[in-house]
C-alpha cells in the first residue's frame, strides 16, 4: 500500500491528533491547533472538524496543516512516526539491465 493508503486504513484522525499532542476531554473535544482555542472546539473522530475556525479534513490535512509541509511528505512521516508498513518502492525502478547481460553471458557461452 502507498503511504496515503496505510495511514487511512490503520488510523483515525483522532488517534494522529491524540500522537501529535492533541488532549482530549471527557466530551472527546480537544484545542484546535489551527487558531487561538481557549476553550476545546475541535471534534475528532475519522476527521476533525473545529466550531472554532471551521477548519477540517482527515489525519493527513490535520499533520499537513500542522507542520506545514506536503501531503506525501506528511502520509511518509505519519507512517514512520507510528511504525507503520507501507510500500517504499513506488517511486524507484531496479536497474535489471546489468542483472540481465550476465544471466545472457552465462546461458550462452562460446
Ligand atoms: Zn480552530
Known amino acids: ?39 476545546p472546539r475541535m471534534k475528532i473522530d475519522n476527521r476533525f472538524y473545529c466550531f472554532g475556525c471551521n477548519e477540517t479534513g482527515d489525519a493527513i490535512d490535520y499533520v499537513s496543516k500542522l507542520f506545514g509541509i506536503g501531503l506525501r511528505e506528511t502520509a511518509i512521516k505519519i507512517c514512520e512516526d507510528l511504525s507503520l508498513e507501507y510500500d517504499k518502492t513506488t517511486q524507484k525502478t531496479r536497474p535489471v539491465v546489468l542483472h540481465t547481460n550476465m544471466v545472457f553471458e552465462i546461458l550462452v557461452p562460446y
Open 1 to 39: 500500500m502507498n503511504p496515503f493508503e496505510t495511514v487511512k486504513q490503520n488510523t483515525s484522525a483522532r488517534q494522529v491528533a491524540e500522537f501529535y499532542g492533541a488532549k482530549f476531554n471527557k466530551n472527546g473535544m480537544c484545542q484546535c491547533p489551527f487558531h487561538k482555542d481557549k476553550t
